[in-house]
């Protein structure tokens, strides 16, 4: 007697094949789930592997639309970063992919949902409590959780001897000293070698982006187009890009060619850890750079200065968390498409060698700078003699401060 149906996450790998035949083995149905996130997959061959293992339908949704114009709109629009310097780009899929499993899972009338997450990652929150979120009601197995499952696979040797045991077939190319995962935005590479944080990644890690040693000689001039912070266009040479999708895929395309987006950096993942992972990220990279330059012409300075210190750091946070799914995320949201509504223009650019340079920024509509007023040549609508009372006034508190600070006898650069 089935014990019921589960929607497994499956990727065709060594371990989620694993965890479908012990979920069939221990009395459950599955519904194999694949999340096309703009990942370089043979979709056909996971499908063929995962109804020869057992499975009782797979099903792949293209989400790759929904993640642009949902989730990489919104970080592009709050300069999303984590700890100042991740972009997010394994964050940024995960509410899209747990959004669309659910989905499945309910068409399937499945009781369960299941996935390969480890037990020290982030992922593993970001799934479950997305799951949560959108359905209460379904249950949640996460077999790197279950002792009688850690204790029967301790390692890979143990995964082997049971895929050869039950026929999974194993990819005969060497693993990588390394752990993957890509999408549209990124391709994020941990743990193997790379848990010393003393390892320098060796060249071939790198997938998405020529070694900016190897770019061009010459630099690739492009402009984006911006409407309330939303890319709407991408122009390189002669040809205009306008479909969101394929406007990013040519950021992509230009910031790889020029070795631009490549980090590697010790992260504080949610549950405690330290954790060192390199990510490559040459169109959000490149999108950030021009969306962040725009808003210095286009933005009040208060709004940009409260959108900075609340509205970017909660909202990169709650990504990071796996927190998207939240009343606090909505409410976040409300206030990115308020900071935005002046931040249309273009921005001209340069990609070079693993940099990215801006050449230069116009708006037709929302432009608050003025050239004559910050001229040092024209005296029109400004009177410097307005500025010594401005100082003066700022002055006021840090005069007493000093007094003070002299009558207590104390040094003045002290602190």
């Not at 320098?200 to 982006?209: G, Q």
């Not at 984006?224 to 890319?231: A, C, E, L, R, T």
């Not at 992972?277 to 808003?295: K, M, N, R």
């Not at 693993?354 to 116009?362: A, D, E, F, Q």
Request: glycine share 8%; charged share 25%.
């Amino acid at each position: 007697m089935s014990k019921g149906r589960v929607c497994l996450a499956y990727s065709g790998g060594l371990d989620t094949s694993t965890i479908l035949v012990w979920l069939i083995q221990e009395g459950y149905e599955v519904i194999a789930f694949l999340a096309d996130v703009g990942q370089v997959e043979d979709f056909a061959a996971v499908e063929k592997k995962a109804l020869q293992l057992g499975a009782k339908a797979f099903v792949c949704e293209n989400l790759q639309r929904e993640l642009v114009d949902e989730v990489v709109k919104r970080a592009i629009q709050c300069n999303a970063v984590f700890e100042s310097r991740y972009l997010l780009g394994t964050a940024l899929a995960r509410p899209v992919i747990a959004r669309s499993q659910v989905r499945v899972a309910e068409k399937h009338g499945c009781q369960y949902l299941s996935h390969g997450c480890t037990g020290k990652g982030n992922d593993q929150i970001r799934f479950e409590l997305a799951f949560h979120a959108l359905n209460p009601n379904i249950e949640v197995i996460a077999p790197w959780r279950l002792p009688a499952f850690i204790e029967r696979f301790k390692g890979r040797n143990d995964l082997l001897k049971f895929a050869a045991e039950n026929g999974i077939p194993v990819s005969s190319t060497p693993k990588a000293p390394w752990s993957m995962d890509e999408n549209l935005v990124h391709i994020s590479y941990e743990a193997g070698i790379l848990e010393d944080p003393e390892t320098t990644p060796p060249k071939e890690l790198w997938l998405r982006t020529i070694d900016p040693r190897d770019a061009a000689n010459e630099p690739v001039e492009f402009s984006i187009h911006f409407d309330k912070g939303v890319i709407s266009k991408v122009v390189v040479g002669d040809k205009e890009i306008t479909d969101s999708v394929e406007s990013f895929k040519a950021l992509n395309k230009i910031g790889s060619e020029a070795g631009v987006g490549r980090i590697d950096i010790v992260e504080n993942r949610f549950i405690g850890l330290k954790s060192r992972g390199c990510y490559e990220t040459p169109g959000l990279t490149l999108a950030l750079a021009a969306h962040l330059d725009l808003e210095g012409l286009v933005m009040d300075s208060r709004v940009r200065e409260i959108r900075d210190q609340f509205v970017s750091l909660n909202w990169s946070r709650q990504l990071y968390n796996g927190m998207y799914f939240s009343p606090e995320r909505e409410f976040i949201d409300n206030s990115i498409e308020f900071s935005q509504r002046n931040v249309s223009g273009v921005v001209r650019l340069a990609a070079y060698k693993g940099n990215v340079t801006i050449l230069g920024r116009s708006s037709d509509s929302s432009n608050l700078y003025s050239q004559e007023d910050a001229s040092m040549d024209s005296l029109e609508g400004f009177s410097p003699m307005d500025t010594s009372g401005f100082i003066a006034i700022q002055a006021m508190r840090l005069k007493k401060y000093g007094e003070q600070k002299r009558k207590d006898g104390a040094p003045l650069s002290q602190s």
